[in-house]
């Protein structure tokens, strides 16, 4: 089916449920449910902007909204998928970004963008492009209730983190460096630094991927967007267990590394392989 939205869809804002293939579709100010021949079901309207991909787990969904806008609230909804309503809304004081991140449901918590004041005390302007988080919040899955923020001296862009499962969350900036946390209290594991020491600096939309084998595979450029005479795009890889550097690669000079990577087998028989894409 065809569906066109007057209001505006934003970044990777189609969800789904495999099992009875209901389509989710969030646009900035709208949710809507449909059926399989695209019949709407519901909708839901949002008064801040929702420019973070919602994510669906055990009947609900989950939005995230006000990034972007200068209320210095974000504010978060819990949805029933059935029929739209309201499970829960919290309003918590903080910022996020209008960049594309997302949402991670993971043992019993939600995982969203966040953004305070810079470290060294640059704010926003050319050196991060007024936009990127450069910390981690955890609220509660069940009401929403805050648990515990993560700030880092990196800018993480298009935020999308991953976790092995063991009660830990990681992640990689724009810049390169790569952070392991514990989800119980937020707290590091490990972290490596970005190349050339660089902080909270826009060096792209890069970000990192984690691989069935425990490696995390991160893209980034090593110097800030803009400076096209000095940035190179990289690839690098890390064991989960202790963050070790397992390899990494450079592309030619003048490329971007911009994406976050794809894991996987090149068809039912293939090797693992890493997919980046240069600019």
Known sequence: FFFQAEDGIRDSSVTGVQTCALPILSTTKIIRKFDRLGQLQWTFK???????????????IYILSGCGSDSGKMYLYALHMENGKIDWNVTLEGQCMGEA???????????????TKLTNGE??????????????????????????????????WNFAPSTPGDGTLIFSSCCGAVFRISLEKGETIWKTEAPNGIKNTFCGTGGGALGPNGIFYSEFNTHHFLASEEKRGMVAAHNVTDGAKLWERKMEKGYDGIQYPAVGKLGPKGKLSVVVARW
């Open 101 to 115: 991140s997302s949402i991670l449901a993971v043992n019993e918590m939600l995982i969203l963008p966040y953004r």
């Open 46 to 60: 949002l008064d801040e902007k929702a420019v973070t991909s919602p994510t669906l787990h055990h009947g609900k």
């Open 123 to 156: 704010e926003d302007g050319l050196n991060t492009l007024g936009g990127g988080a450069n910390g981690v919040r955890a609220v509660s899955l069940n009401n929403g209730t805050h648990l515990w923020d993560y700030v880092t001296d990196q800018l993480m």
